[in-house]
């Protein structure tokens, strides 16, 4: 899906929307089975982002569809031939019986996973000292993502969806039951929990780009984006309730209650997959297997700007702005002095912001690139002044402004990307955002923890925030060059318009 510029004569600017495509395909109401509902082919997916960075405007009140055809002046089929609005409110998914089971599901199952991090966290530091423990621990977890995370995406679009995470929960579950046994008996050590957490990466690679790909098949098009936000805002929920929980069940029982508490988590996610009604669900036929498809997948992104560049800058941020696990376990044993109590509420404060920024962006419609730049370089500069943070409180009041930066950043990154893509290659192409996102953390986890082992977190955190930023202004270049964006300046740009914006070159020789 190549970008395609339309023309928009509000104020001279134009939006950056894919081209038309085909009718929509048809569904079948079999319940018996997943494979008998036909494939969701391209024209079923939600329009794409709108807009590189500096195009059009953010105003709430405006349509987020394409545009409308010049013929009628009537709303337009979007970028796959399907009517699209703003979404129906800030909960419109949850209307959709399957989705509000997997919801459910993963509310419990969010909350059991990170008491899991909590406590890992908290257990691999007390029985090492070391914040470096606590990122090779992290690296550990996200290494096989480095390695396979492209073939995990392969097997999504291979496979049946529902019944893949099914497998792929179970294994989860299965997993943190056994660290739990090792840690309530006393036999658990650094290098076990090293295994445990390389062994949890390699479910994680083919579950996650599944689970990220499974929302298309849940919910109508109009409602992707909304769905999409609505699990980050579920993930940050749970990260509320998690790191509490855990800071409390650590102190009173010890971490491998947390890990048991995990195990069970995961029967309610499992419930809620084998409970939805199959006849509603959007599946996407599995590809045959064939040779190429991985390179398949990267060529596809790779000749798409409104793919590649995002996911840059993801691999940036995923890699050195977002190892909080090694940088706030720093803060609380050696800069604050605190006790496991206070770390999972410095988690806890910064899950506040982030809840705030997946709500905000369940509000939204169709994600801009620009605001996903914004979100970026927001983020960075805002840890940066965080590392700065003179004391515990006003640390933690800081956290929460990263939380909602970083969330929204997040959102639209993964709205921004799925939306953008085909659905026959979306699993490819959300294993690949997985894998920069999530896969240098091998690389990022162990560097940051070295930084902070050696010099401090505070010049740990400050460095991951001025990459991330600067990551984010690199970018924002790229993406005015592809658009052919420059900078207009109007003295009296008149009621409703901007002194200072970002436009065509175009819009510049005519306003000439």
């Not at 600017?13 to 929509?24: I, L, S, Y």
Request: charged share 10%; with cysteine.
């Amino acid at each position: 899906m190549s970008v395609a510029l339309a023309a928009r004569t509000h104020r001279g600017e134009t939006n950056v929307t894919p081209p038309a495509a085909a009718a929509a395909a048809t569904r079948t109401d079999d319940s018996n089975s997943e494979q008998t509902a036909p494939a969701v082919s391209a024209e079923l997916q939600a329009p794409a982002p709108v807009g590189l960075p500096g195009t059009g405007d953010d105003d709430p009140s405006e349509r987020t569809a394409a545009a409308p055809t010049a013929a009628s002046g009537s709303r337009g089929p979007g970028a796959t031939g399907a009517h699209f609005t703003r979404p129906r409110g800030m909960f419109s998914s949850l209307r959709v019986r399957n989705y509000r089971y997997y919801f459910a599901g993963q509310v419990v199952s969010n909350t059991g996973t990170w008491m899991q991090r909590i406590a890992q966290d908290w257990l691999v530091l007390s029985l090492t000292g070391s914040p470096l423990a606590v990122g090779i621990t992290t690296a550990m977890q996200f290494l096989p993502m480095l390695l396979l995370g492209l073939f995990g995406g392969v097997l999504a679009d291979r496979m049946p969806k529902r019944r893949l995470l099914i497998v792929t929960q179970a294994a989860m579950g299965l997993l943190a039951a056994g660290l739990a046994v090792l840690t309530v008996t006393g036999v658990v050590t650094a290098g076990l929990v090293y295994v445990f957490a390389l062994l949890l990466g390699l479910v994680t690679v083919v579950d996650n780009p599944t689970r990220q790909a499974f929302v298309s098949e849940m919910v109508d098009s109009s409602d992707l984006a909304n769905a999409v936000s609505l699990n980050a805002a579920n993930f940050q929920t749970a990260r509320l309730v998690g790191p509490a929980a855990a800071g409390l069940l650590i102190a009173a029982v010890g971490s491998g209650w947390a890990f048991a508490v995990n195990a069970l988590s995961f029967v309610a996610v499992i419930g809620g997959l084998l409970a939805m009604r199959t006849s509603e669900l959007r599946p996407v036929a599995p590809i045959a297997r064939e040779k190429g498809q991985l390179r398949e997948g990267l060529r596809y992104v790779k000749e798409r700007p409104e793919l590649l560049w995002p996911m840059v800058l993801a691999g940036f941020i995923g890699t050195f702005g977002f190892n909080f696990p090694t940088l706030l376990s720093g803060f609380a044993y050696d800069t604050f002095k605190v006790g496991a109590g206070q770390y999972g509420l410095l988690n806890t404060a910064m899950a506040v912001g982030s809840l705030t920024g997946a709500l905000v962006a369940a509000r939204r419609g169709a994600p801009r690139l620009r605001r996903l730049v914004w979100a970026a370089l927001g983020f960075g500069a805002l840890e940066v002044l965080t590392a700065f943070a003179p004391g515990y409180w006003s640390f933690a009041v800081l956290l929460t402004l990263v939380g909602i930066f970083g969330l929204t950043f997040n959102t639209s990154v993964n709205s921004a990307i799925q939306l953008a893509t085909e659905p026959a290659m979306r699993g490819r192409v959300m294993g690949l955002l997985v894998l920069v996102f999530t896969g240098g953390t091998p690389i990022g986890a162990p560097l940051v923890g070295w930084v902070t082992a050696e010099y401090g977190p505070r010049l740990g955190l400050l460095a991951c925030g001025a990459v991330s930023a600067l990551a984010a202004g690199v970018v924002a270049v790229v993406l005015a060059r592809v658009a052919d964006l420059r900078v207009r300046v109007t003295l009296h740009p008149g009621q409703g318009g901007r002194v200072v914006a970002v436009v065509p070159r175009a819009a510049l020789a005519t306003a000439a």
